[in-house]
C-alpha cells in the first residue's frame, strides 16, 4: 500500500516536472521572438544584383512598428489616419503585436511541445493520426491568416469606412482598436481553418461520432455566432457576420469530408 502511494507521488512528480519543463520551453521561445520584435529591426541592403535583409538593433522602428506600419499602409483606407488618443498607446499597440507574433511564429514548437507531452497517453493510430495533421494544420493556419488580412479584413473596414463617407463624417481609427481588430480576426481565421481537420482528426481516432458534427450543426450555428459576437470590437454587427459566415462555411466544409469518409461508419 506504501509503495504505490509512493510510486503514485513519484509518477505525479515526473508529470509536473514534464509539464513545467514544456511551458518553459514554449515561454522562452514565444518570449526570445517577442523580444527581437521590440528591439531589432529589419531593413534590405543592396548587395550586388542581390537584396539581402539585415537584421539590426532600432528600439524605436522595431519589427512591431513596423508591423504596424505595414498594416496601416496596407489597410487602411487612403483618407484615414491613425491617431492615439492616451500617451503610450502606440507603445501598448506594438506590444500587442509582438506578442502575437511571438505566439504565431512560436506555434510550430508549441504543437510539438505538446504532442511530446501527450503522446505516450495516445494509442499507436492516435499518435499516427495526430503526426498526419500537424504539418497541414500549420499550413491551414497561415492560409487563414493571409485570406484574412487580403480579403475579409480589407473588405470589413471598406465597408464600415463607406457608411462613414456617406456621411461625410472625418474618419479616424484608434491605433489600440485598429491593432487589436486586425490581429483578432488574424488569430481567429488562422484556427478556424484548422476547423475541418480538427473534426477530421477527431473522428478518425474514433473520439467523436461522424453523426455528431450533423446531429449537433444547429448548436454549432449558434456558438459560432457568439463566438463572432465576441471577438469582434465594434457595435455594429457588420464585421461579426464577416467572421461568422466563413465559420459556418469552414464547418460546412468539415461535414462534407466526414460524410464523404465516414459516412458509412456512422
Same mark, same amino acid.
Request: with cysteine; hydrophobic share 50%; net charge positive.
Given at each position: ?150 480579403? $475579409? *479584413?480589407?473588405?470589413? #473596414? ?5 457608411? !462613414?463617407? &456617406? =456621411?461625410?463624417? %472625418?474618419?479616424?481609427?484608434? +491605433? ?48 459560432? $455566432? *457568439?463566438?463572432?459576437? #465576441? ?5 455594429? !454587427?457588420? &464585421? =461579426?457576420?464577416? %467572421?461568422?459566415?466563413?465559420? +459556418? ?18
Amino acid at each position: 500500500m506504501a509503495s504505490n502511494k509512493v510510486s503514485g507521488e513519484s509518477s505525479k512528480k515526473t508529470f509536473l516536472m514534464e509539464l513545467r519543463q514544456r511551458i518553459v520551453r514554449i515561454s522562452i521561445s514565444v518570449i526570445v521572438i517577442i523580444s527581437i520584435c521590440m528591439t531589432m529591426s529589419i531593413t534590405t541592403f543592396d548587395f550586388g544584383d542581390y537584396n539581402m535583409l539585415i537584421l539590426y538593433p532600432d528600439t524605436l522602428h522595431n519589427i512591431s512598428s513596423q508591423i504596424v506600419s505595414f498594416m496601416k499602409d496596407t489597410l487602411l483606407p487612403k483618407n484615414v489616419s491613425l491617431i492615439q488618443i492616451s500617451p503610450g498607446q502606440a507603445f501598448s499597440a506594438q506590444i500587442y503585436v509582438a506578442i502575437v507574433t511571438g505566439v504565431i511564429i512560436a506555434l510550430p514548437i508549441v504543437f510539438a511541445e505538446v504532442f511530446a507531452f501527450i503522446s505516450p497517453a495516445l494509442k499507436q493510430h492516435e499518435k499516427k493520426v495526430i503526426k498526419s495533421i500537424l504539418l497541414p494544420s500549420i499550413f491551414l493556419f497561415f492560409a487563414g491568416c493571409f485570406f484574412s488580412y487580403y480579403v $475579409v *479584413i480589407p473588405y470589413t #473596414i471598406e465597408f464600415l469606412y463607406n457608411y !462613414g463617407e &456617406s =456621411m461625410t463624417v %472625418v474618419s479616424f481609427f484608434d +491605433v489600440s482598436l485598429f491593432i487589436s481588430f486586425v490581429m483578432q480576426m488574424l488569430m481567429v481565421f488562422g484556427f478556424s481553418y484548422r476547423l475541418p481537420l480538427v473534426m477530421w482528426g477527431l473522428t478518425k481516432t474514433n473520439l467523436v461520432k461522424p453523426k455528431f458534427w450533423k446531429k449537433n450543426f444547429r448548436y454549432v450555428i449558434i456558438i459560432l $455566432v *457568439i463566438i463572432g459576437a #465576441i471577438i469582434t470590437p465594434d457595435g455594429s !454587427g457588420v &464585421s =461579426m457576420w464577416f %467572421v461568422t459566415g466563413p465559420l +459556418v462555411f469552414l464547418y460546412a466544409i468539415g461535414l462534407l469530408l466526414i460524410e464523404l469518409r465516414f459516412s458509412k461508419r456512422g
